[in-house]
């Protein structure tokens, strides 16, 4: 039996499914686990040194990229430990070679078990088709702890988190599923999920988030879950993450999940440029856009749109044009400032690494940072998104930001456009990557 120490430093603001689910499965392998969610709980150096000193096994949980980063720090802290650290996650192939200790990625749940039993590590992504355990949410701090769904009216709920699948059935160039999964796509069992729904909503739970990169890569069975889910656990509410192209292939869904209590959906718009669009492989065109806001308002779902507003490809017109395409979308309120300032990350594994360098935008590659550094061709655009991102950490208004906007791209204002400050459901705390 081995003693293991699963570390989780920031999961979107849910209950850190990164270690809810290899716990499970240490436990099951017979090995005695115990965690901290850095996120949430106040852990003194002195209490995480010794709890590590203690682990045979040390896995720090990095599901993305802000985890990476933040679990290098926490592997910093721990001197002399690097033999008994591991990173695991989506995010962990970056982590390699920083000498802080080996990493792991594709489906890691059971690579732990083997670490933990003695096997060696693989340096290549793995992947399985076993069905998972239920995770383990009782090693977790409780529900009340984390992000909470607003309603319609304002009231918060404690929220839950499942993920039906793991991978994706797409390439998107920028995301940082297509290094790892390629295209590949897993189920974790309908069995599983439902019992994982149940007793989060036994711990409290009202709303439950699907976190799986999209809802609808496998459209029965998200079908099913929902169902079952309403079924099991009437007037519960539900959000999901679905692309735009899907929101469109399964259109003839949308009035049933709405009816079953999927409150708000988030779907990666990205851009408005159609360009941009065929470059980042997302599947849809920017006229797409106006069709899945038609499908979903008139289905009586929210839409949450994310965007991805600065990279090498974005001319300053089109950056304009999207801040356009928010206001007389009536999108605003539901575009937090940090959305306007975001800037393509850029791992080291990642697709787009060499038609940046073709065209001469790589300037050098920051391990610390785990992204390469770009400049854009306009430097006005690099000056701009660095005002913006300094404008959303003050939670700047986007007339603020519009303004920024066209005075650094020497454009003429156009007049706020008038819409009704219309509250729409939503968690309590944003996401970002």
Known sequence: MARVLLISTYEQGHQPLGIAAPAAALIAAGHDVSAFDLAVESVGSDRLLAAADEADLIGISTPMHTAARLGIRIARQ???????????????????DLGLGRAISGDTDLQLVRLAGGDDASNVPLFDRELRAVPLRSILPPL????????????SHFAGYVEATRGCAHRCTHC????????????????????????QVAAGAEHITFGDPDFLNAPELAMD?????????????????????????HQELLPEVAELGVTFITSAFESVDDHLLEIL??????????LVLQLTKRAGIALRATWL???????????LDLLRFIETRELVDVTPPVQLGLRLLVPSDSPLVEPMREMGSLVSYDSDGL??????????????????????????SFSRIKDAACRRLEAEPW???AAPHVHRPGLTEDWFC
């Open 415 to 417: 007049p706020d456009v």
């Open 176 to 199: 940082p599923l297509t290094p790892i999964y390629a295209g590949r796509l897993r189920l974790n069992g309908a069995e599983t999920v439902l019992a994982d729904i149940d007793q």
């Open 371 to 396: 992204t390469w550094n770009w400049r854009h061709e306009d430097a006005r655009m690099d000056e701009l998104q660095a005002e913006i991102a300094g404008l959303a950490e003050r939670q700047a």
């Open 309 to 319: 507003p600065f990279t090498p490809w974005t001319a300053p017109a089109h950056f």
């Open 281 to 290: 492989d997302k599947g849809h065109s920017a006229a797409d856009l106006d």
């Open 144 to 155: 009340d702890q984390y992000a909470r769904y607003r309603d319609v009216s304002g009231v």
């Open 225 to 249: 879950l929902v169902r079952e889910t309403a079924a099991r656990h009437p007037g519960i509410t539900f959000d999901a993450t679905i692309k735009v192209e899907h929101l469109i292939e």
């Open 78 to 96: 721990l001197i002399g430990m690097s033999d008994k650290i591991v990173f695991y996650g989506l995010a962990a192939n970056s982590l390699h």
